[in-house]
């Protein structure tokens, strides 16, 4: 059974960073892709980052050179480097592994960025 546990929310001033990790485990024959992913209160959920198992990286535009996802295949883990945190950021965030044709998602952490 595949299980992710994700870490490192928090609250943090306007201009801050955080570092989110998830560790996956249950996996047995690798993944096709991790990623995080964000719900904010009445909004649709929306991927924030993602990246496949060969390295390949995507980025909302919304997050372009200020987040930064990176992955460890040996480990099933991924982590996500928030820098330069706007309010419009606060939301839930979660991970989600892809192993096709489905799809495992976290709990998820809060974060939440005061202006």
């Known amino acids: 059974q595949v299980q992710l546990v994700e870490s490192g929310g928090g609250l943090v001033q306007a201009g801050g960073s955080l570092r989110l990790s998830c560790a996956a485990s249950?996996?047995?024959?690798?993944?096709?892709?991790m990623g995080w992913y964000r719900q904010a209160p009445g909004k649709q959920r929306e991927m924030v980052a993602r990246?496949?198992?060969?390295?390949?990286?995507t980025y909302d535009d919304s997050v372009k050179g200020r987040f930064t996802i990176s992955g460890d295949n040996t480990r099933n883990t991924v982590h996500l480097q928030m820098n330069s945190l706007e309010p419009e950021d606060t939301a839930v965030y979660l991970c989600r592994v892809d192993i096709w044709p489905q799809s495992y998602w976290g709990q998820g952490t809060q974060v939440t960025v005061s202006a």
């Open positions: 990246i496949s198992s060969r390295g390949t990286t």
């Open positions: 249950g996996i047995n024959f690798g993944f096709n892709a």
